[in-house]
């Protein structure tokens, strides 16, 4: 047990010292038992939880998605980023042993989408990050939820303003082709 714990010490500590940009929180202590009944958001294959990832271990936003600076989709992280830690953590976790189900299968976990702008809207995601505008001032708290929800409207309005705030374009076209 005590080598464990020291391995994901370890582990984590090395995750902590990659992150880059600003990191997320203080000492918040995500709760060891959730009521998933009601929990806005989708239910997931596997009850992955940022609350205990991003929140109480602090780990980076960018560790997992790391084509957020540099796609138009920041996209989601493949199973071989949790095995890193969950070779070794997460014991007898069922919903960690669906982790190494799919990893020992092959088959990729399908998540289900949370946020999706309609096909004529032109969301050059990477623009925003690398405008060093916060992931939570368009997801709200992901690392307290303990399941991801749509957290802003997606509406035009709600792009517009943003873009007057900050002189940026508002120009149909750059929005729509
Ligand atoms: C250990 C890996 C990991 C870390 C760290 C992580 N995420 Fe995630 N994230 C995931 C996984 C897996 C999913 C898909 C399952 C889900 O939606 O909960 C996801 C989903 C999301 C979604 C919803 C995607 C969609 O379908 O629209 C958002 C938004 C998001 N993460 C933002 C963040 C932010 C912001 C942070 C930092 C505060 C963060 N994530 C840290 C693994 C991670
Ligand atoms: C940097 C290490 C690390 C990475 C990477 C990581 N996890 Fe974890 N995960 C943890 C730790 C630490 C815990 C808490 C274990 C505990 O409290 O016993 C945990 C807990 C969990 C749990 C159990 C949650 C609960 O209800 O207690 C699940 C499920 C999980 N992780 C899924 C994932 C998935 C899916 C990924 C990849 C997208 C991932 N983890 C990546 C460290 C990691
Ligand atoms: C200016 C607002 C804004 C900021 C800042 C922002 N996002 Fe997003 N994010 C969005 C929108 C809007 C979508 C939906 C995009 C779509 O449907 O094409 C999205 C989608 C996502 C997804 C869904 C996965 C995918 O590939 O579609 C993830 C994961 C995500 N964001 C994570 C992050 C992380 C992590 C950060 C910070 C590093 C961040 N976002 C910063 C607005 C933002
Ligand atoms: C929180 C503020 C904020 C929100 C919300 C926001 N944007 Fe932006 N957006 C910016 C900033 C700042 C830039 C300028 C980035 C740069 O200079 O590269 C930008 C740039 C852009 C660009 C590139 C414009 C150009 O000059 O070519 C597009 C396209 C865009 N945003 C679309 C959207 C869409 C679509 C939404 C809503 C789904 C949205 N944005 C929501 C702040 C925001
Ligand atoms: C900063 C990005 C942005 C700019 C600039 C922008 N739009 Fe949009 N527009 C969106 C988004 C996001 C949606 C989808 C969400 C929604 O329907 O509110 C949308 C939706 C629409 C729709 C469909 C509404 C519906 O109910 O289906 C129309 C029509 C539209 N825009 C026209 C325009 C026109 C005309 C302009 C220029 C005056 C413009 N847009 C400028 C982001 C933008």
Not at 66 to 89: F, I, N, Q, R, W
Not at 152 to 162: Q, V
């Amino acid at each position: 047990m005590a080598v464990i714990a020291v391995a994901l010490y370890t582990v984590l500590q090395v995750v902590q010292a990659q992150q880059p940009g600003p990191s997320a929180v203080g000492d918040f202590v995500a709760p060891v038992d959730v009521d998933t009944t009601g929990l806005p958001g989708p239910v997931q294959p596997i009850f992955y939880r940022h609350d205990i990832h991003a929140g109480q271990y602090q780990m980076n936003c960018l560790y997992c998605h790391y084509a957020a600076e540099v796609s138009s989709s920041p996209g989601l992280p493949s199973v071989d980023t949790c095995m890193g830690c969950h070779l070794l953590v997460g014991g007898s976790n069922p919903e960690v042993a669906k982790v190494r189900e799919a990893f020992a299968s092959g088959k990729p976990i399908e998540w289900v989408e949370v946020h999706r702008l309609p096909p004529f809207v032109h969301f050059p995601h990477m623009r925003h990050v690398n405008a060093d505008i916060r992931c939570q001032e368009c997801h709200g708290q992901v690392e307290e939820m303990p399941q991801v929800y749509q957290w802003a409207s997606l509406k035009m309005g709600w792009c517009l303003s943003c873009h007057k705030q900050n002189n940026v374009t508002t120009d149909c076209t750059a929005c729509h082709y």
